[in-house]
T-cell receptor, first 109, second 111 residues
Framework: KNEVEQSPQNLTAQEGEFITINCSYS?????LHWLQQHPGGGIVSLFM???GKKKHGRLIATINIQEKHSSLHITASHPRDSAVYIC???????????FGTGTRLQVFP | NAGVTQTPKFRILKIGQSMTLQCTQD?????MYWYRQDPGMGLKLIYY???????DKGEVPNGYNVSRSTTEDFPLRLELAAPSQTSVYFC??????????FGPGTRLLVL
């Protein structure tokens, strides 16, 4: 079993829809990261959080430390949001990142 | 700032050849990392460095070597290329263990 699990693996949506991507982890962490990988391959860090909730534009990330679960929400989705969204955690003991396999999102006009 | 740059963007190697993937960052970050990304798999840490002169193995170091002689540069060396090393390689840097900034990646094909 992977230490970081994401769901769903693939997601399609119509423009304007509210989107949720989930991440569960099984190790002790010091931080959780959400990353975006565009079709061209580049990876951008969206959020780094260790508690509560963060918001940036139409993106919201939440984390529940007790349940070892995080969600990434996209409000009013747009075709330019189409990308792979990757959840990663910083292992508390090793300080290294452990990555999920990603959620491929396609938003259609 | 250019951020994290990687060269080359794409390379084809024959089995047994060697090459160096270059990575440079201009953000004065002390931590640098090399990852590989295989289809359908999460990124895996190959090597990392917490400062010039200091390197350590990650999850999948076999077949690779690194050096860190300056803060800016963190090259990754493949000595005897094998088909299993066909992958996309990403370099990243961060200030201590904070947000990581990724390079554009190097696509490597070993035939």
């Amino acid at each position: 079993k992977n230490e970081v699990e994401q769901s769903p693996q693939n997601l399609t949506a119509q423009e304007g829809e509210f989107i949720t991507i989930n991440c569960s982890y099984s190790v002790g962490i010091s931080a959780l990261h959400w990353l975006q990988q565009h079709p061209g391959g580049g990876i951008v860090s969206l959020f780094m959080l260790s508690s509560g909730k963060k918001k940036h534009g139409r993106l919201i990330a939440t984390i529940n430390i007790q349940e070892k679960h995080s969600s990434l929400h996209i409000t009013a989705s747009h075709p330019r949001d189409s990308a792979v969204y990757i959840c990663a955690v910083t292992n508390y003991n090793t300080d290294k990142l452990i990555f999920g396999t990603g959620t491929r999102l396609q938003v259609f006009p | 700032n250019a951020g994290v740059t990687q060269t080359p963007k794409f390379r084809i190697l024959k089995i047994g050849q060697s090459m160096t993937l270059q990575c440079t960052q201009d953000m004065n970050h002390n931590y640098m990392y090399w990852y590989r990304q295989d289809p359908g798999m999460g990124l895996k840490l190959i090597y990392y460095s917490v400062g010039a002169g200091i390197t350590d193995k990650g999850e999948v170091p076999n077949g690779y070597n690194v050096s860190r002689s300056t803060t800016e540069d963190f090259p990754l060396r493949l000595e005897l290329a094998a088909p299993s090393q066909t992958s996309v390689y990403f370099c990243a840097s961060s200030y201590w263990g904070e947000t990581q900034y990724f390079g554009p990646g190097t696509r490597l094909l070993v035939l």
